[in-house]
T-cell receptor, first 109, second 110 residues
Framework: GQSLEQPSEVTAVEGAIVQINCTYQ??????LSWYQQHDGGAPTFLSY????GLEETGRFSSFLSRSDSYGYLLLQELQMKDSASYFC??????????FGKGTRLSVIA | KAGVTQTPRYLIKTRGQQVTLSCSPI?????VSWYQQTPGQGLQFLFEYFSETQRNKGNFPGRFSGRQFSNSRSEMNVSTLELGDSALYLCASRDGETQYFGPGTRLLVL
């Protein structure tokens, strides 16, 4: 089966940079996705990495190393509105998207 | 385009009852997945449908079932509800590698 591990909680200061790590175990790995979910809201797509390297989208970047079965989400210039849960997710071939248990990010002043 | 819609948004049932949840994907999306979300367990995959066929099924008991219609709308049914079925049920439609989630149905079983 597939499994993804990520820290359960992270706290960071407004304006700072935070990195949320995700390690995965899956055969036939396709790619790693990241989703953001605010309390009471639905998960929303942030990024997808199929190849090794860094993908940048505004203040958010996502990195993947297939050889290390590892990826991370990098959030820069943190804002209070970034307080949310962040999920990494992986898919293999025709298997469904499997999510990690999520990292709750708290941004403090 | 309108987003993924789910009905109802909130539901209260008692143990032993059954429930049907509905999901309408984004127009043109043929893949619909269902997830159960509970505190501490993250999003657990229930099933995925594509063009009315169940493509994948998660590790849930047979009380959980689903189907997809020709217009891609999907329903999931839970029979003989248990207290542990209380959760947020999320539906998502897929376009490539991006899942678009609906707002969810929050089910409370008393």
């Amino acid at each position: 089966g597939q499994s993804l591990e990520q820290p359960s909680e992270v706290t960071a200061v407004e304006g700072a940079i935070v990195q949320i790590n995700c390690t995965y175990q899956t055969s036939g790995f396709y790619g790693l996705s990241w989703y953001q979910q605010h309390d009471g809201g639905a998960p929303t797509f942030l990024s997808y990495n199929a190849l090794d390297g860094l993908e940048e989208t505004g203040r958010f970047s996502s990195f993947l190393s297939r050889s290390d079965s590892y990826g991370y989400l990098l959030l820069q210039e943190l804002q209070m509105k970034d307080s949310a849960s962040y999920f990494c997710a992986a898919r293999s071939g025709n298997t469904p998207l499997v999510f990690g248990k999520g990292t709750r990010l708290s941004v403090i002043a | 385009k309108a987003g993924v819609t789910q009905t109802p948004r909130y539901l209260i049932k008692t143990r032993g009852q059954q429930v049907t949840l509905s999901c309408s994907p984004i127009s043109g999306h043929r893949s619909v997945s269902w997830y159960q979300q509970t505190p501490g367990q993250g999003l657990q995959f229930l099933f995925e449908y594509f063009s009315e066929t169940q493509r994948n099924k998660g590790n849930f008991p047979g009380r959980f079932s689903g189907r997809q219609f020709s217009n891609s709308r999907s329903e999931m049914n839970v029979s003989t509800l248990e207290l542990g079925d209380s959760a947020l049920y999320l539906c998502a439609s897929r376009d490539g590698e991006t899942q678009y989630f609906g707002p969810g149905t929050r089910l409370l079983v008393l």
